[in-house]
């Protein structure tokens, strides 16, 4: 099973300046057509035969052009969704510094911002959606899964067996896509965010 993992493309909060998280923006012009170039890119070089995305609107149109250009089957999984980022979600960056001060010495993986999810619950979500693909799509060859940076950063590292407290911070681009492959009891990492499409 190979899984094209692929971020949403810019969304308004990008512009706002905001914590986006769960708060619902739609894709920018400009990430309107990072999703083109992206779709017109993967439906050149592989043949996805599913595509699974989060409800969130960035992403579900994100993978609507997608599904366009490939012609298959569009799952929503609510799973997929962006780190619960709580009272944070649409704050300026600049009211939440003054309102919710991140802690000095951090903050705990089991403990959530007000009205959020911890780092805890976030990794158990996507360890449980990743779950969910192989076992469900076990037969599918190709899948894309269009999603959010923290939840690909999650993925990532679910997929490569690294433990919570030692997570890697993959960053992903706008449109970034990410190829890994499960073979038997292996995982392959093809390449990490690649946005040569768009160049």
Known sequence: MKLLIIRHGESQADLLDVHEGRADYPLTETGLDQAKKMANYISAHFNVELIIASPLQRAQKTAEILQ????????????????????????????AAIKYPYPKEGRAMHVAIEGGESEIDFRYRVERILSKIQSEYKEVECIAIVAHGGTIMNLLNCAMNIPLANSIKTFTDDTGIHLIEFKEQDVFIHFLNSTKYLD
């Open 68 to 95: 366009d250009k490939c012609n298959c089957v569009l799952i929503v999984e609510p799973d997929l969704m962006e780190y619960n980022n709580g009272v944070l979600a649409g704050m300026s960056r600049k009211e």
